[in-house]
């Protein structure tokens, strides 16, 4: 069986590639593979070193503050790299292929080295080709070998299904140029108020005062997006992204933008300029967030939802219904006989 990637380099070009014949490399190292103690903005560090010790001291990143402000100091705590008994980490297919989908267009060689698709028939012990099967011992054997080489593997049709959003990207000038600044850099900065380490890894650092991020959907209308956006903490992601670049010295950014691309055909996307007062109060979020993850550090206490004994009260709206609503019978209280 081949597991290799066909490429069709005359019906597609990463933007990454074009970012680098545009851009080149401003005010960045490269990472030594050692513990970083400087600030800055830093290249080739793997996305599994970015999540674990990077820097001298202990750090957060995006997904770890927005999991504090949003949930509590104990789900952040359950799987952190700083948690000793924290639980093996799963995967899941979406997950995978929204990794796949960033990396083939924002950085076409980093795809082959950690992605390969899944051939669609194999060799039987009869030297006859079948159509693939889960349950045949080479086909397992196939995909042991490739978990062992650290490589995720993809269907064909997810394969065509990026190229296709590719495709489709790449005919809008506003979508190209968005993501057309240093892609995948890792912003590493310490924070002054509490000496934490802070990690920031946006998809394009902006070659003008906008950023952009790229996100994979499944539905890209505005009620969709809008749930996305609260729900995964987006504003919070590219306000960190802000703040660490502005603390590194690049220029001021004025602008942050969501660029939803829907996963299947005809995949239609959806730009989205933010607020830039959401993005400031999801600044302060942010400074919450650190704040408390820095105490929880020195206390070495990661305690549960920050409400927690509170009493709890019903929302307005199921008040107002239930306050004027005359079928509901009043209680009568109990008399002495």
């Known amino acids: 069986m081949s597991d290799h990637i066909d490429i069709d380099h005359d019906r597609f070009e990463s933007l990454g590639a074009i970012t680098d ?6 005010g960045e190292r490269d990472w030594n593979g050692q513990p970083i103690s400087e600030p800055g903005i830093y290249r080739k560090i793997p996305m599994d070193a970015y999540h674990a010790q990077l820097t001298e001291g202990p750090s957060i990143s995006s997904s770890g503050l927005r999991e504090i402000e949003n949930r509590s100091p104990m789900h952040y705590w359950a799987t952190s790299y700083l948690n000793p008994d924290r639980p093996e980490e799963e995967t899941s297919a979406s997950l995978d292929f929204g990794r796949a989908v960033h990396t083939l267009l924002l950085s076409e060689d980093g795809f082959r080295d950690d992605y390969v698709v899944r051939p669609e028939t194999y060799e039987d012990d009869a030297g006859k080709w079948k159509p693939w099967s889960g349950n045949a011992n080479v086909c397992k054997e196939w995909l042991a070998a490739r978990r062992a080489e650290g490589k995720t593997v993809l269907l064909k049709s997810q394969l065509t299904d990026i190229h296709g959003m590719a495709d489709r990207l790449a005919k809008n000038h506003v979508a190209v140029d968005l993501l057309r600044g240093r892609i995948e850099r890792s912003i590493i900065t310490k924070d002054t108020k509490t000496g934490v380490w802070v990690k920031s890894r946006p998809d394009s ?8 991020d790229l996100k994979t959907c499944a539905d890209a209308s505005q009620v969709a997006i809008s749930r996305s956006i609260i729900n995964y903490g987006y504003l919070q992601q590219m306000a960190l992204a802000i703040t660490c670049l502005e603390e590194v010295g690049q220029r001021q950014v004025n602008e942050a933008v969501l660029l939803f691309v829907e996963t299947s055909y005809p995949y239609a996307f959806n730009i989205k300029p933010l607020d830039n007062g959401d993005i400031h109060t999801a ?13 929880c550090l020195k206390a070495n206490d990661w305690p ?3 409400d927690n004994t509170l009493t709890w009260s019903a929302p307005k709206w199921w008040c107002d219904r239930h306050e004027h609503d005359s079928t509901l019978p009043e209680l009568q209280k109990d008399r002495a006989a």
């Open 205 to 212: 650092i902006p070659r003008d005062t906008i950023i952009a």
């Open 304 to 306: 549960t939802y920050a």
């Open 21 to 26: 014949r545009i851009v080149g490399r401003r």
């Open 283 to 295: 600044m302060r979020q942010n400074r919450r967030a650190l704040n408390v993850f820095a105490d």
